[in-house]
């Protein structure tokens, strides 16, 4: 799934998006109980998968390619695309804890598996375990979508390890498939979006 700039792109990312979250939450059940795999957050896979939500990841990468950019671009702001990569994970992160405030739905190990909603007189600010959506899936795909955006070429890997992160949170039984599905379409509308900011800001200083 990748948002474009054409109507018709956006409108059939959007029917892909609410067919994968209906399916998405017809499988949750079933998904907890099959998918489980404890082990795997104990391996080298299951570190490196978890880690690609983890925010300072991106903030190494950003600040890894401003120093390249540096040396090898003549023209454009060398801190651009490195911006554009923080800034897509950081509020790819700020917009799953605000969702996860706003569904307050609990993460699914808690409850045997069924769906339990915090009541707002309940910690009505914290989202400790809360679990819709999840922030690593989300941070992942987030930065995922924007590195699609400047590296083309590699895009099946970057929505790859973010597939991965999200199976991660799903195996450990952190989070049902309904909160990374929702994480991966959050994600890349957040990247499109901030994408669509640079072209303009681009087109305008042009």
């Known amino acids: 799934m990748h948002p474009t700039s054409s109507r018709p792109a956006l409108l059939r990312f959007a029917l892909a998006a ?11 059940r079933w998904a907890f109980a099959q998918l489980a795999a404890p082990g795997l957050s104990e391996s080298d896979l299951g570190r490196m998968l978890r880690v690609m939500g983890f925010l300072p990841l991106w903030a190494t990468a950003a600040v890894a390619l401003v120093l390249h950019d540096r040396a090898e671009r003549a023209a454009g ?3 651009m695309r490195g911006l554009l990569l923080l800034g897509s994970a950081t509020l790819g992160g700020a917009a ?3 969702l996860k405030l706003l569904f307050r739905r609990e993460r699914p190990r808690a409850h045997a598996g069924e ?7 309940e910690r009505p600010l914290s989202t400790g375990g809360l679990a819709l959506p ?14 699609a955006r400047l590296f083309p070429r590699a895009r099946w890997v970057w929505y790859a390890l973010a597939a991965g992160s999200s199976y991660s949170r799903v195996a450990a039984g952190a989070h049902f498939v309904s909160d990374v599905v929702l994480s991966a379409v959050v994600g890349l509308l957040v990247a499109e979006g901030l994408w669509r900011w640079h072209l303009r800001r681009a087109g305008a200083a042009g």
Request: aromatic fraction near 14%; avoid cysteine.
């Open 18 to 28: 609410a067919l994968a979250l209906l399916a998405a939450h017809l499988v949750d």
């Open 77 to 79: 702001p060398a801190w």
């Open 96 to 98: 799953a804890e605000l």
């Open 115 to 121: 769906y339990v909603f915090r009541p707002w007189t």
């Open 134 to 147: 999840s922030s690593h899936a989300l941070v992942a795909w987030a930065a995922a979508g924007m590195l």
